[in-house]
């Protein structure tokens, strides 16, 4: 079942996406150089919480923490830890939902952590890219394989893949609603995308092989071959035309420039 949401509805859906960009932005700074993801998990709930919201993640299905942060090979779900110091050229992906008024926001973004290799810069690059070629499919009358196959072709053509597993999804009350929006499939195919649907695109790229394991505890998907993934996410409302961005990387994006 697909909810079609009322202004009202995205409005509050937007405040929430929008208190997930500014928690990013306020991480942006500091993940660097010796840092844990349990230390960078801990501030943003507690920011989160400062903000007048809840962190959904926790307990969702017994989930731990606030947030996920996936290192490296990590593609998404990753658990903070203590002993997950950040170093160097690394990649860290951030994912996190807040709550307000009854619904959800969800938003993900990948950092580069100091200088990294040229190579893992195209990756990050090529995934950002990707969801913006999905976002722009994400319109009144497509298919949600449109989005699908556009993320699909643009990574492919740069030498990727794209995890099968995991999915982008629809969002309101709660983190995961119907339409699932992969990041491969084909044209025209697919469930049709109506104005005020609010879906998550989020490409979960690899360097390698798109398989991927799931350690022992249940939750951090990892590449099969452990080569490198990056994973971007954006909240949008879908219109006529051109979708609405409910996400917001620009902040978090300034917040690296005066870091
Ligand atoms: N933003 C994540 C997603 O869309 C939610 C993480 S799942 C959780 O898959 F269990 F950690 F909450
Ligand atoms: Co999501």
Not at 121 to 138: D, N, V
Not at 163 to 183: A, F, L, T, W, Y
Not at 193 to 210: A, Q, T
Request: charged fraction near 25%.
């Amino acid at each position: 079942m697909i909810y079609i949401k009322t202004e009202e509805d995205i409005e509050k859906i937007r405040e929430c996406c929008l208190l997930v960009s500014q928690t990013l932005a306020m991480l942006a700074p500091l993940v660097k150089p010796g840092v844990s993801t349990e230390y960078l998990d801990g501030l943003a709930e507690e920011f989160i919480l400062d903000h007048g919201a809840e962190a959904p993640c926790k307990g969702y299905y017994g989930y731990p923490n606030a947030t996920c942060m996936s290192l490296n090979d990590v593609v998404v779900h990753g658990i903070p830890s203590a002993k997950t110091i950040i170093k160097e050229g690394d990649i860290l992906s951030i994912d996190l939902c807040t709550c307000k008024y009854g619904f959800i926001g969800d938003s993900a973004y990948t950092f580069a952590v100091g200088n990294i290799s040229d190579e893992v810069a195209k990756l990050l690059k090529t995934t950002k890219e990707a969801l913006y070629k999905g976002i722009e499919m994400a319109v009144a009358g497509n298919r949600v394989g449109d989005i699908s196959n556009a993320v699909q072709t643009y990574c492919e053509a740069r030498g990727y893949s794209c995890v099968r597993e995991m999915v982008g999804h629809g969002i309101g009350k709660s983190m995961h609603e119907d339409p699932q929006v992969p990041n491969y499939g084909r044209r025209g195919q697919g469930p049709m995308l109506k104005e005020n649907m609010v879906i998550c695109i989020e490409p979960m790229i690899n360097m390698g092989h798109y398989n991927i394991t799931i350690d022992k505890d249940g939750w951090t998907a990892r590449t099969r071959d452990r080569k490198w993934a990056a994973h971007y996410e954006h909240a949008v409302v879908v219109r006529k035309g051109k979708a609405d961005i409910l996400s917001d990387f620009s902040i978090i994006e300034k917040a690296l420039e005066t870091r």
